[in-house]
């Protein structure tokens, strides 16, 4: 393709720019072969001429289309080049607020220095499990690959992060992590992603500081290895770290900050537990106030250290190694405040009792003399002696420093020594990601050595990363099957060598440390000696000799000599660390330093080295070994961590985090080019993409180049085969063969080739565009002329009329405006000439008077003047006088110095001559002696006068203080004396002018008299006035009761309207309560799934695990004690069975630690084993005999029990004859006489009198009988404590030598608390019963007088109405007593069974601890007979009819082939719909009818377990949730419609209400199967979740429903990972047909209407939800053409509601945000007024969401505009007083609350018949 065709007119070039780096500009004129400029018009619209290079003549670079600007991976760019990539990085970050962004398999992220809402659970969620591509750029993308690989792959991942300080590397890493261990989970129950991410903050806490360019800067590079097992959970993590800056621990640069970790211990010097750490403010301190910034903005660091120790606690390190390791952190401050001054030229001295060198021996326990020596002294050795040579004061300074640095790192390895131990994988480790957070390439004005190691570091990893990025172009090539050549890279292994090879950097610099001599000048020189005319890459700066050039991979970089040797050598004084080692008291700080000798450390550092620490003459061979490996230097240590941390990477496989610092100054969202260009050069990102256009950077698959560019082929040329069409076509439309390739399934593109592909398509649709255009406008222009034609005809004729009207009416008036005009001109003239002689005269007035002020004040000036002049010619007088004095005395001044000098050298040079030397030396001792106590004597009384004068001058004070409060009285009674006399000539005064006034009122008095009766003459006419007023304001008052009643009706309507929607809130809460509850059942599920497969890995593990502690799991007393219902007794019975398993069982992960001591424990082991048999043995015969007693209450209770019972039916019957007989007697006499004394009916109620009376002792028997059982149950249960007690911590007392065992001990403590306290308030509540029955039994008597009374009353009526009011009376109180009695009887049984329940699982769980083999002992009636928690029943007396039969052994069977084994599908098709439940409720009749209320309680409790068992088992299966949710609520409405309960039954047919259960009250266990449903619509939702989510964004967002829409933009390296599977692609028909199955399939189950409606409500939300959060993640997605084919998608949607009359269900609302998300892509997004139109119209949309769609909205076409960063902003204003959440993304796991509506049934159930094929013949029908 030649340039002349590229380089156009109009054509956008980039060209370089010393400001922003490069600059866009457009051609002017097209551009020729030989042309030797180019003219370009600037953005500004500045004209520019653009000289070619003569000597290589290369056109500037090209820009790329405007569509493919912003692109999530640059790999997509046509034109590949530093100014797009820079473009694009810049667009991203600053219009569209994306920080990240692809570059082929990099991802580059910039710091936006800005915390933004991206990276919270639900954005995790979002990208769990999803393709790299699919997504928009995103560090959870880059973590999620890594997993998925390890999954997939079986190898080992790592994560290499990288950049400059500042860039984000931690913050990035961080968030890695976080990503793994909220995904992954844990494989134990030690919490492992917790631990993992609890080593961050103490990391950086020990590892961070504020630098100049970033407040959290990482000091150090570290690599974590995260573990895995098999089944990819969190087991473990192991980390490394590499060149901690020690340097900093005793320096730091201005506006800089030493490590965290001081400034939070100075922050919380308050607390009382560091009182004895001596701190203070940091500023106190040498070490953390050098910086100058000891606070960082918005840090809290005595928070921040409460986080340090959290974290510190979480990973194992108890509160006295952390008080340790802060006592040598704080001794570390203290030491650097050591002050060491001159002795002289060669010593120095530590004066004594130095505060901090005091509290810095204290603190490790070392001694004061021995510190203070071997700070200031070291010993040196010779080859006959050793002696100790005093330190000068900046050596022995150094040396001080050293000391601290070597602390302090010794310090660090501890804690990741110990971190690493916390981190551990308790279980065997399968595979792992590592991630590495490593420093970037560095260079500053002034380089050393630590910027050295960092730079190697780099060229290493970016050789490692060169080596990746060709290895995979070299895979795709030879995957898709096109020739491919060598593509040159930069290789920079001549570097590396430069560096490590051998006679290299590194080995010059650890030779030059082993010579005596050895300094940095002499390693100079053997730099330049050795590399600087073999190697390129090395260079000598022209103006030094102590430093050198290399040419790194990124930049060329100045190295300083000085201070390499010493920091590779790292020295400290070895008496120094002996002293340390020597402490008695600090057992922390001997084990920092018990390893002193060994070479190596986990951070790379080297200790020290032996070179100036020699202490003996023969020393033994171990110290000679040691020595040798102590020499071993940082530079090598750091080259063989570097070799091991590259040997691993390339173990794995590596992916590629290189963050991005876009501004020196912490700017959010603030670009700097130059910056930015600097460090994609350092970090590899511009060589990546070098090579990617080295070959065929853009790669398109056949089906996206032919949807792309279809346009661009005729009719004829489409063919069948795609993959030949686009050959095809490509064949034509590029002419070079080599600038394409053809693969197996995708087109290879050169560089520019996609830009000219879409040149061509712009050009096709733009002439498309204008010839459509041309038509339209044609057509609209006629129009529009033939309109205007005919409107201009009729408008002439109408303005022709109205002007001759229009000049008729003109001059009449233009004759009556002349007459008027001719008089108001003359009265204007008249008026105007008045005012102005009017104005003259004022103003000649004013004018004279102020001319005559203005000369007065003139003199007046003048004279002030002179007397001004006056005083200032003497002042000046004055200070010349006093000027030329001090003058003179100064001149006075200088002359004597001078002579004084003259004089003092001469007194010098006598001094200087050796006999006068050595008269003043003699003696010289005891003159200096006198001297000084001289000096001390006056210094005595200096301070004694000087004490003296002080108390002189506070009684000067004092005095003077007095006198002037004297002074200042004396003239307060001055002033007062002169007021007194002003004031009494002022009353004189006062009393003539009142006299004065006096006669004034009396002349004015008869004015006033006057004007009074005038003023009631008008007073008279104004009441008149008031008169007509007043009948107007009547006539006002009406008008305004009418408004007011008028207000009344508007505040009714508006009362209404808020009662309205206080009603809605009320609906609302009501119906988030619900969605609380169901979430509670939904959590009650899962606990109780992952109980049942904790129960099952313990039965498995059981068989094969050997024995060990068990300890009581601690949470399930509690999880037991949180079931509420009382119908759910069966499932908590079960579970108390199930939990003796889980109580019985080991804890995995505690019997794996316990069988690695188990060797130390076995002695204590076999004793404990006696103890236990000796309890045992206790404990037995004790259980024995609670057991026979319990055994013999219980069977006394029983009997009592069933003689209650009969008694009771004996009572009704009784009741029932006495009521036949008294009716009888009464319809028998009721001729005559019926009501008298002696009559059958008045002998028929004394009867029932005095039996009344008798069942009323009867009744108080029964109450003592129950009290007595209370008190029974009391003591026994206070028995039970007592016996129990002592065995538990006699068995437990013995578990105290691990931190596990002490851990059971407490959650076994915790547990019986908790029981006890169950126990306690029980005991409370059945006292409460007592009293309730004891007030009950007072109300019984007060009822007995009150029915005497009411009978003695009665036997006052008339015959008829006494006899009618006893029988009513009798009636009603005998049925009351009936039923209170059964209400106390039934309350009396619940309280024995809670009782007997609480008792049972307290005896299992005490049990279990001490006596383990009693299990079996249980009593029957506990287990066997009473396997579930019973519900009391309430009976009825009614009637019975139609029911289902069957005998208790079937009731297996029953449930097994009701149930277990049923198909759903066959019975949906061939049965009618519930007939499970039909069944069901039939045999549930029968055993209402047989009064069985164990049967009931079995079949429904068989029933429920048995539903749950199947779902769990098959609860994946859409059909069986279903036909089960149907059939559940089925047997709920039955349970409804035949309960007897009026609100039920008002459907019902006659025969229906005969069919009413008639003995029992199942109201409770309708409560439990409304939550049983419950369970199963969240079952069901799931599971068509779990159909429904792989479809919707393929079908929704990613399938072209209308074809051609929208066109298939350029996408890069990330779209074709291989992380995408393939997998067949869903369309919106797929979706359609699956909702037409889930809709068809819950119609033949018979599920309710209803329901359905929540059903479909809820699938539409979760297709809205999932659908909205893509969107709002996908970059690719928001665009015009995807908005037009969601609103389309929508729309079918919408029409298969409408199809299946489901309208009105709430499902078209769940799509409101999705719809206004579509209509936000498609509308105008330009205009304040748009703006306005899009915050009216997404109201559904949070304003999150709608800036983010339209940061997003990126063009498709060039025909599309996109959104101005101004226009966000209005839109952001408009939005900002909206009260919303500011998440981003939809819930898509909320589920709305179900209600189940009474739905009843119009099927008899005697019409029922049972297939045979059910297997139900066991069942007869009755």
Not at 1154 to 1182: C, G, I
């Amino acid at each position: 393709m030649a340039a002349s065709e590229l380089y156009t007119k109009f054509a956008r070039v980039w060209i370089p720019d010393a400001e922003e780096v490069w600059k866009s500009a457009e051609l002017s004129k097209d551009y020729k072969n030989g042309d030797t400029s180019l003219q370009l018009l600037l953005e500004d619209r500045t004209n520019i001429e653009y000289k070619l290079d003569p000597k290589t003549k290369n056109l500037p670079y090209l820009r790329n289309p405007d569509i493919l600007v912003g692109e999530n991976d640059l790999t997509a760019l046509s034109y590949l080049h530093e100014p797009a990539v820079l473009h694009n990085l810049k667009v991203r970050f600053i219009d569209s607020k994306l920080i990240y962004t692809y570059c082929g398999i990099v991802l580059v992220a910039i710091n936006p220095y800005e915390m933004l809402p991206i990276y919270g659970t639900d954005i995790i969620n979002a990208y769990s499990g999803q393709n790299m591509g699919d997504m928009d750029p995103h560090i959870f993308a880059v973590a999620e690959e890594a997993y998925k690989q390890m999954a997939r792959d079986e190898r080992n991942q790592s994560i290499i992060v990288s950049g400059e300080s500042g860039a984000g590397k931690t913050v990035s890493a961080k968030y890695a992590m976080r990503y793994f261990a909220t995904v992954s989970g844990s494989a134990t129950e030690a919490n492992i992603e917790e631990k993992v991410l609890a080593s961050n903050p103490i990391m950086e806490a020990i590892g961070n500081a504020k630098t100049t360019r970033n407040d959290n800067s990482s000091r150090f590079g570290k690599y974590i290895e995260i573990g895995f097992d098999n089944r990819y959970r969190i087991t473990g993590a192991n980390m490394r770290t590499y060149l901690l800056e020690k340097s900093r621990v005793v320096f730091q640069a201005d506006d800089e900050r030493n490590y965290h970790i001081f400034y939070q211990l100075c922050a919380s010097s308050h607390l009382p537990e560091f009182k004895s750490l001596k701190l203070s403010n940091a500023n106190d301190f040498l070490y953390t106030r050098q910086g100058g910034s000891p606070v960082i903005d918005g840090v809290d660091d005595s928070k921040e250290l409460c986080t340090t120790r959290n974290a510190f606690t979480l990973l194992g390190i108890n509160d006295s190694n952390q008080m340790g390791l802060f006592q040598v952190l704080a001794a570390i401050l203290h030491l650097g405040n050591v002050e060491i001054k001159d002795k002289d030229a060669d010593s120095c001295l530590i004066p004594p009792n130095n505060r901090h060198l005091t509290a810095f021996c204290e603190l490790v326990g070392v001694t004061y003399q021995d510190m203070a020596q071997w700070l200031s002294h070291k010993k040196l050795k010779t080859a006959t002696e050793t002696y100790i040579k005093p330190l000068p004061r900046l050596q022995a300074t150094n040396a001080r420093d050293a000391l601290s640095k070597h602390i302090y790192a010794k310090l660090f390895n501890w804690i990741v020594e110990h971190v690493n131990k916390a981190l551990i994988a308790s279980v065997k480790q399968h595979s792992f990601i590592g991630v590495l957070d490593i420093y970037g390439f560095e260079t500053f004005e002034v380089n050393s050595f630590e910027q050295f190691c960092i730079n190697y570091a780099n060229e290493k990893l970016q050789q490692q990363f060169n080596m990746h990025v060709f290895k995979l172009e070299q895979e795709e090539y030879m995957r898709e099957q096109i020739p491919w050549t060598l593509i040159d890279f930069y290789d920079n292994q001549p570097c590396i060598n430069l560096i490590e090879a051998k006679m290299g950097v590194l080995d010059l610099l650890d030779e030059e440390c082993k010579m005596p001599k050895g300094s940095d000048d002499s390693w100079a020189q053997k730099l330049y000696n050795t590399h600087l005319k073999t190697c390129s890459l090395f260079e000598k700066p022209r103006m030094s000799n102590r430093a050198f050039i290399i040419q790194h991979f990124a930049d060329k970089v100045e190295y300083q000599c000085e201070g390499f040797l010493e920091k590779n050598k790292d020295t400290v004084n070895e008496e120094q660390i002996n002293v340390l080692k020597a402490s008695k008291k600090f057992d922390l700080l001997v084990e920092l330093f018990q390893d002193e000798g060994k070479a190596s450390s986990p951070t790379g550092q080297a200790p020290g080295t032996g070179g100036r620490t020699r202490l003996s003459i023969k020393p033994d061979k171990s110290r000679q070994s040691s020595s040798r490996e102590h020499k071993m230097t940082v530079g090598c240590q750091f080259r063989n961590s570097l070799q091991m941390l590259m040997e691993t990477l390339n173990a794995t496989t590596p992916h590629y985090v290189r963050c991005i610092k876009p501004n020196d100054f912490k700017l959010a969202f603030s670009f700097d080019p130059k910056r930015a260009v600097q460090q994609l050069r350092a970090c590899g990102v511009l060589e990546t993409i070098r090579i990617s256009a080295a070959g065929f950077p853009s790669r398109w698959t056949y089906q996206e180049f032919f949807s792309r560019y279809r346009v661009l082929m005729k009719q004829k040329d489409v063919l069948p085969d795609k993959k030949l069409t686009c050959r095809n076509v490509l064949e034509k439309l590029v002419q070079d063969q080599d600038k394409y390739q053809f693969g197996k399934t995708k087109i290879f593109f050169r560089a520019g080739q996609v830009a000219y592909l879409e040149k061509l398509r712009a050009d096709k649709l733009r002439a498309a565009c204008i010839r459509i255009q041309k038509t339209i406008r044609c057509w609209l222009a006629r129009k529009r002329y033939l309109r205007q034609r005919s409107a201009a005809i009729t408008i002439q004729r109408f303005t022709r009329g109205y002007q001759a009207r229009c000049l008729a009416k003109f001059m009449r008036r233009t004759q009556a405006a002349t007459i008027i005009q001719k008089y108001q001109r003359m009265y204007v003239e008249r008026k105007r000439y008045r005012q102005k002689q009017a104005a003259a005269l004022a103003m000649q007035t004013i004018l004279r008077a102020y001319m005559a002020r203005q000369k007065y004040q003139a003199l007046l000036r003048e004279h002030k003047a002179v007397i001004i002049q006056k005083h200032v010619r003497g002042w000046l007088a004055r200070c010349w006088y006093k000027r030329c004095l001090h003058a003179i005395v100064y001149l006075q001044c200088c002359i004597r110095r001078m002579r004084a000098k003259r004089e003092l050298k001469k007194l010098k040079i006598e001094a200087r001559s050796v006999e006068h030397f050595k008269k003043l030396n003699k003696g010289m001792e005891n003159k200096i002696m006198q001297l000084q106590r001289k000096i001390d004597e006056q210094n005595k009384d200096n301070r004694s006068i000087s004490e003296r004068l002080l108390s002189l001058e506070s009684s000067y004070a004092a005095e003077s203080e007095r006198m002037r409060g004297e002074l200042g009285r004396l003239r307060g009674a001055e002033e007062e004396a002169k007021s007194k006399a002003i004031q009494v000539s002022s009353l004189l005064e006062e009393l003539e002018k009142l006299r004065r006034e006096l006669s004034v009122t009396q002349q004015e008095k008869k004015t006033i008299e006057d004007w009074a009766q005038t003023y009631r003459d008008e007073m008279e006419k104004m009441v008149s006035e008031l008169k007509d007023q007043n009948g107007l304001l009547k006539k006002d008052k009406d008008d305004l009761n009418r408004m007011i009643q008028e207000q009344s009706q508007q505040m009714t309507e508006k009362m209404t309207r808020a009662i309205a929607e206080e009603t809605q809130q009320l609906e609302t809460d009501l119906n988030e309560e619900r969605s609380r509850y169901q979430n509670l059942l939904t959590e009650h599920l899962r606990l109780e799934e992952k109980y049942d497969d904790l129960k099952e890995e313990i039965a498995l593990s059981s068989n094969v695990s050997k024995p060990g502690h068990r300890r009581t799991d601690s949470t399930h007393s509690s999880n037991e004690s949180e079931y509420t219902y009382n119908s759910e007794y069966t499932e908590l019975e079960e579970g108390s069975r199930a939990g003796d398993e889980v109580i019985r069982g080991i804890d995995t992960s505690l019997t794996l630690k316990l069988q690695k001591r188990l060797t130390e424990l076995e002695q204590e082991k076999q004793s404990l084993r006696d103890e236990l048999e000796n309890k045992e043995e206790q404990f037995q015969r004790a259980r024995a005999r609670d057991d026979a007693e319990f055994k013999k209450a219980r069977g006394a209770e029983l009997e009592y029990e069933s003689l209650k019972r009969q008694e009771l039916e004996s009572e009704n019957k009784k009741l029932k004859r006495d009521l036949g007989e008294m009716r009888q007697s009464l319809l028998g006499d009721a001729a005559a006489g019926t009501g008298a004394p002696g009559s059958p009916a008045y002998k028929v109620l004394l009867d029932q009198l005095n039996a009344a009376c008798e069942e009323l002792e009867v009744r108080k028997e029964e109450v003592l009988i129950l009290r007595s059982q209370l008190v029974s149950q009391k003591e026994a249960m206070h028995h039970k404590e007592t016996m129990t007690e002592p065995s538990v911590y006699a068995d437990v007392s013995k578990l105290k030598d691990t931190d596990e065992l002490k851990q059971a001990y407490i959650g076994l403590k915790d547990t019986n608390r908790l029981l006890e306290h169950q126990l306690q308030t029980q005991r409370r509540s059945y006292d409460n019963e007592v009293e309730v029955l004891r007030g009950e039994l007072q109300n019984v008597k007060e009822e007995n007088n009150r029915q005497q009374q009411l009978l003695a009353q009665n036997l006052q009526l008339p015959p008829e109405a006494r006899i009618e009011a006893s029988l009513q009376h009798e009636i009603t109180r005998l049925t009351n007593e009936n039923l209170d009695l059964m209400e106390q009887l039934e309350k009396q049984d619940r309280t024995i069974r809670k009782l007997k329940k609480q008792l049972k699982v307290y005896s299992k769980r005490i049990g279990e601890m001490g006596a383990g083999q009693t299990e079996g002992q249980t009593s029957p009636g506990q287990m066997v007979e009473e396997p579930i928690h019973p519900v009391n029943i309430p009976r009825r007396e009614k009637d019975f009819q139609g029911m289902l039969e069957y005998k208790k052994e079937d009731e297996l069977k029953l449930v097994k082939n009701l149930i277990l084994e049923l198909k759903p599908r066959g019975v949906a098709v061939n049965l009618i719909p519930g007939l499970p439940a039909y069944i069901l409720f039939m045999c549930l009749r029968h055993a209402d009818y047989v009064n069985d209320d164990q049967k009931v309680r079995t079949l429904l409790t068989s029933t429920i377990n048995t539903i749950k068992k199947i779902l769990k088992k098959r609860g994946d299966d859409f059909e069986t949730v279903s036909f089960w949710l149907a059939n559940t609520c089925r047997f709920l409405h039955c349970l409804k419609q035949y309960s007897g309960d009026e609100a039920f039954m008002k459907h019902n047919t006659s025969r229906q209400n005969e069919h009413c259960l008639s003995n029992f009250d199942l109201a409770e266990y309708r409560q439990v199967i409304s939550d049983l449903a419950i369970q199963i619509y969240q079952q069901l939702i799931k599971c068509m979740e779990n159909i429904l989510q792989p479809m919707i964004v393929s079908a929704m967002l990613e399938h072209e429903t209308i074809q051609g829409v929208s066109g298939v933009k350029p996408t890069g390296l990330r779209k074709r990972t291989s992380s995408i599977a393939d997998e067949g692609t869903y369309t919106l028909d797929s979706i359609l047909r699956q909702l037409n199955a889930f809709h068809s399939t819950m119609c033949q189950h018979g599920t309710d209407p209803e329901l359905i409606k929540q059903v479909v409500r809820q699938q539409f939300y979760i297709i809205g939800a999932v659908t909205l959060n893509n969107l709002l993640l996908r970059k690719d997605m928001c665009s015009w053409s995807k908005g037009m084919q969601i609103r389309y998608n929508v729309s079918q949607l919408e029409e298969w509601l409408r199809d299946k009359g489901l309208m009105t269900c709430g499902a078209k609302e769940t799509l409101e945000p999705l719809i206004q998300a579509a209509q936000l892509l498609q509308v105008k997004k330009k205009t304040d007024e748009d703006a306005e139109a899009i915050c009216f119209m997404c109201h559904a949309l949070t304003t999150a969401q709608i800036v983010k769609i339209l940061n997003l909205y990126t063009p498709v076409n060039e025909f599309e505009e996109r959104v101005s960063i101004t226009f966000i902003r209005t839109i952001q204003t408009r939005l900002r007083d909206r009260c919303e959440s500011p998440q981003l993304l939809m819930d898509t796991k909320m589920i709305y609350p179900v209600t189940f509506p009474f739905n009843p049934s119009s099927l008899a159930l005697e019409t029922i018949q049972i297939p045979s094929s059910l297997n139900l013949g066991f069942l007869t029908r009755v």
